[in-house]
């Protein structure tokens, strides 16, 4: 039997052929862009392949080059031997504000001062290594070379699984193991948190968020901590919070200087007060440590060959860059446009951080081109030699009965912060508006184009009313109310309008950036399912659509049945993945009373005021599509869609779940469930006026003319004032859970008493 030899990496790229890789890239530049709020990165599908004696090198390069910068923070905020040696920058160190002089003395814990370095290198044309720089402070790109392999391998499965490569997943899966090992305090798991910019550039969040996740930590914000008695603890939903375990480690991912006003100055993130002292005690470990940032000085990077022969007493295997040497050049789409590769100069950052025995290197990278061409991002393989053995499940030495005792310890650590359970909170109303405005105008558009060849005045009638009802649910005035209804190009231009301008506050768009920039951080909480999903809905409300047709091109009518697909994708897979738990209820509340508010703002636009009989049917069954309640009214009313009937079926249809019943049902449990010492009667009293309210509503009383009101097409009815009351109570309780749950204390804003 003749075996087949696999295909080498470069026959699988001709395999591919140029179209291939034109449309993996544009695939994964979609794929890429469903969880950052920003135009996604060119990326080029053919990677950057290492061989297995390259990687060699320069992993003893990378490793060196990081042995070396854990040596001199230790000893600049130690002994700092190294300032009083001839061949060490002294004067550019000591004017460098990075150089915390607080943070000198704080202790480290376990073997290594730091966790992580991002180390930016390139390949000569001669074959070389050299760096470019160190990124120590806040090291990155851990999170994006795992996104990137995992879009490549599905934009390109074949070339994907017919290479021999090092894949990420156990690097990833060591690490953590290696971190929470480094974080136990008292032999118990570690209590370790992940401190991220709420307000950083979306792509760093999402690398940062990317990396909390395979952490397995909670990501919390500086608003979300607390120090006091040497302690560093979390800030937990509710005023009357205890405050919980203390925090053992802290992996932050915000600039040192940023951390705390009292010790290092005052900032614009507010910071923690009292957290240097915290890491000062030894109560708290944060990593990197303070004051990381002064080893990226391009003073000390020019010094490290004779700082590496002073402190390590070897010769550096790194290299600084010379401006003048020629770089190596990789196989690269052409960014003019060309079918054939063509060869690009590029970057490599790699990610270096500390495990159990040493520091390792993560077996790929983000690549990043260079040249006088658009930037582009290429994924880095390892290859695996040919001759490779297949590991060994003990190779570590021990033998199977200790491995099978070395099992982790469960924490009971709570990853439900403040500012978590806000984003919960605006996620569930996010999503409801958008769908709720993507179902309006789905309906509205199709009702007012069979409306609008009817041309009888009934029919006139019930085009105007749905269409000012988009304007008063969605609050995008003037809209519909200022315009000429008769002009069908100017309705439909309204509705795109509504559907792609988010930067006008109501519209489809904005809601579903805001539901997009609301979900960055809540990553480690959903399926990765959910993110193609994302990619897909805002593609239809801002252009790019996957298919290679023009925006224009594809209908309206289209475009809203994808967003309103999506919601319901996005719902059932929140549905299945997330946990019953305190998230699961702010989630639902958020999203009761969103959907709540809606339907009372769309009875108020359509059924507020009488009209003929002929135009309120019209109404009322344009109304009960949105609401989807046509089929459970054909069950109970064997008649047309009246506006008494329909009024009645979403008052009081427990079954139904877009009811307003329904709502207030789900509601109500949801709230008895939160986390309170005692009932609070800020929650508990809007809560009562609005059932009281609605029990007392009888749908003849609401949609009967006001007393006094001369009859008339558009007479006023009672249920205007209803809703607006019954609104308002909704408003309340929201700003009740807000202020209980989510808003910053005295002792946590600016400043407040923790920062005098």
């Not at 943070?103 to 930016?120: N, Q």
């Not at 203390?246 to 900032?267: E, H, K, Q, Y």
């Not at 019953?580 to 209820?585: Q, T, V």
């Not at 408003?731 to 808003?743: G, N």
Request: hydrophobic content about 45%; charged content about 25%; some cysteine.
């Amino acid at each position: 039997m003749t075996i087949t030899p696999p295909p080498t990496l470069d026959e699988e790229l001709s395999a591919l052929g140029p179209a291939g890789r034109r449309r993996a890239a544009s695939s994964a530049a979609a794929m890429f862009a469903s969880d950052v709020s920003v135009p996604s990165p060119a990326l080029d599908p053919v990677p950057v392949v290492l061989g297995a004696e390259a990687w060699q090198a320069l992993t003893a390069g990378l490793v060196q080059r990081v042995r070396l910068l854990d040596a001199l923070h230790a000893d600049l905020y130690g002994p700092r031997t190294v300032l009083s040696a001839e061949v060490a920058p002294v004067a550019e160190l000591l004017a460098d504000p990075a150089y915390l002089r607080p943070a000198v003395g704080i202790p480290a814990r376990g073997t290594h001062h730091l966790f992580a370095v991002t180390t930016t290198v390139s390949r000569t044309a001669e074959g070389g290594w050299v760096a470019h720089e160190d990124t120590v402070d806040v090291p990155s790109g851990a999170g994006l070379a795992l996104e990137l392999r995992r879009v490549l391998s599905r934009c390109a499965p074949t070339l994907y699984r017919s290479t021999a490569m090092r894949r990420l997943h156990p690097y990833f899966d060591h690490l953590r193991s290696s971190f929470h090992q480094r974080t136990r305090a008292d032999g118990r798991s570690g209590r370790a948190v992940v401190l991220a910019d709420d307000g950083e550039e979306p792509l760093a969040a999402f690398d940062h968020s990317w990396l909390a996740n395979l952490l397995g930590a909670p990501t919390v914000t500086v608003g979300d901590l607390r120090a006091g008695g040497e302690a560093l603890t979390l800030r937990l939903p509710g005023l009357d919070s205890a405050p919980g375990d203390a925090i053992d480690a802290v992996l932050r991912l915000v600039p040192s200087p940023l951390l705390d006003p009292l010790d290092l100055g005052p900032t614009p993130l507010g910071g923690v007060t009292g957290l240097v002292e915290a890491a000062r005690s030894g109560d708290v470990m944060l990593v990197n440590p303070l004051g990381a940032g002064l080893l990226e000085n391009p003073a000390l990077r020019e010094a490290l060959p004779d700082l590496c022969r002073q402190m390590l007493h070897e010769d550096l295997l790194l290299r600084p860059a010379a401006a003048e040497v020629a770089p190596a050049l990789w196989p690269s789409l052409d960014p003019s446009g060309g079918e054939e590769l063509v060869g690009r100069p590029v970057r490599l950052s790699l990610v270096v951080m500390a495990g159990q025995d040493g520091f390792e290197v993560l077996p790929g990278g983000i690549a990043r081109t260079v040249d006088e061409g658009p930037e582009a991002l290429k994924d880095v393989w390892v290859a695996v030699p040919e001759s490779a053995a297949v590991p060994d499940e003990e190779a570590d030495g021990r033998s199977f009965p200790e491995q099978a005792m070395l099992r982790p310890t469960a924490s009971a650590f709570p990853t439900m912060t403040r500012s978590v359970g806000s984003d919960l909170f605006w996620f569930g109303r996010y999503l409801e508006r958008v769908d709720a405005t993507a179902r309006l105008l789905r309906t509205v558009l199709d009702a007012s184009n069979d409306l609008d060849a009817e041309r009888s005045r009934s029919a006139g009638t019930a085009r105007t009313v749905l269409l000012r009802a988009v304007t008063e649910v969605t609050t995008t005035y003037p809209g519909f109310v200022e315009l000429d209804l008769g002009d069908g190009e100017a309705v439909r231009t309204e509705i795109e309008s509504l559907l792609t301008d988010a930067a006008r506050p109501g519209s489809l768009a904005q809601s579903s950036a805001a539901l997009a920039h609301t979900t960055r951080s809540l990553r480690d909480l959903f399926s990765d399912d959910v993110w193609p999903v994302f990619t897909r809905m805002r593609m239809r409300t801002r252009g790019g659509l996957p298919e290679h047709r023009p925006l224009e091109q594809h209908p309206l009518e289209e475009r809203l049945s994808a967003v309103v697909d999506g919601c319901l994708t996005l719902s059932g897979a929140v549905a299945d993945a997330m946990p019953r738990d305190l998230g699961w209820d702010l989630t639902e509340i958020g999203r009761k009373i969103e959907r709540t508010m809606t339907l009372l703002t769309l009875l108020r636009a359509t059924l507020g005021r009488r009209r003929t009989r002929s135009a309120e049917e019209r109404i009322a069954g344009a109304v009960a599509l949105i609401t989807e309640s046509s089929a459970s009214y054909r069950r109970a009313y064997h008649a047309a869609v009246q506006p008494e009937l329909l009024v009645e079926l979403l008052l009081s249809d427990t079954t139904l779940p877009r009811s307003i019943a329904f709502q207030l049902d789900r509601l109500g449990q949801a709230l008895d469930r939160l986390p309170e010492p005692a009932p609070s009667p800020d929650l508990r009293a809007p809560m009562s006026a609005l059932r009281a309210r609605l029990a007392g509503w009888e749908p003849a009383e609401l949609l009967g003319p006001l007393p006094g009101a001369t009859p008339d097409d558009g007479v006023p009815t009672a249920l205007l004032a209803e809703v607006d009351a019954a609104t308002a109570s909704l408003r309340e309780l929201a700003t009740a859970l807000e202020d209980r749950f989510f808003r910053r204390t005295e002792a946590a804003s600016r400043w407040g008493v923790d920062d005098v």
